[in-house]
T-cell receptor, first 112, second 113 residues
């Protein structure tokens, strides 16, 4: 069955640096890959979607890359701020109307 | 513009009982998906409702059932509760049976004793 792996350890970054989170998957590539942010006790918030034929997507300080050869997506937050501290989830979709598979998330802490 | 709402926010039940959770989608959305999230894990897809029908289902037993109403709101029912059903239950809404952009509600925290 399809598996998703995200950085298992929490990530601690100094404010102002770039945070890079990893999402690796096994087996076949998804049609879409999403990134979400989740704060404690709250539902996930959609951040970005990247399609299998796209290499990179940007939104303000966020950048997502998608490498179907490596079976990996990287999520970057540039000029990180303490307010960026949260758990970040990646999720795979194999078509626009199919089941979503989520990773277990990476907890990111930005220290001032 | 109302976002996704869920009720109740918290619930405590005992083993063997039944529970019903409710979700109202974001305005303009007609598709509702339900997820179970255990502590420290990512959400696990339970099922999706679109046009009042269950369209997709994850690996959950038949104890988990749902319904979608003509106003697009939805219910998740869980029968014969087990201790392992304790989790955060999330509802997400989207459009047209698609899941490319989903908006999640705050969740219902269920504790089974």
């Amino acid at each position: 069955s399809q598996k998703i792996e995200q950085n298992s350890e929490a990530l601690n970054i100094q404010e102002g640096k770039t945070a890079t989170l990893t999402c690796n998957y096994t087996n076949y590539s998804p049609a879409y890959l999403q990134w979400y942010r989740q704060d404690p006790g709250r539902g996930p918030v959609f951040l970005l979607l990247i399609r299998e034929n796209e290499k990179e997507k940007r939104k303000e300080r966020l950048k997502v890359t998608f490498d179907t050869t490596l079976k990996q997506s990287l999520f970057h937050i540039t000029a990180s701020q303490p307010a960026d501290s949260a758990t970040y989830l990646c999720a795979l979709l194999y078509s626009s109307a199919s089941k979503i598979i989520f990773g277990s998330g990476t907890r990111l802490s930005i220290r001032p | 513009d109302a976002g996704v709402t869920q009720s109740p926010t918290h619930l405590i039940k005992t083993r063997g009982q039944q529970v019903t959770l409710r979700c109202s989608p974001k305005s303009g959305h007609d598709t509702v998906s339900w997820y179970q999230q255990a502590l420290g894990q990512g959400p696990q897809f339970i099922f999706q409702y679109y046009e009042e029908e269950e369209r997709q289902r994850g690996n959950f037993p038949d104890r988990f059932s749902g319904h979608q109403f003509p106003n697009y709101s939805s219910e998740l029912n869980v029968n014969a509760l087990l201790l392992g059903d304790s989790a955060l239950y999330l509802c997400a809404s989207s459009r047209g049976g698609r899941q490319e952009t989903q908006y999640f509600g705050p969740g219902t925290r269920l504790l089974v004793l």
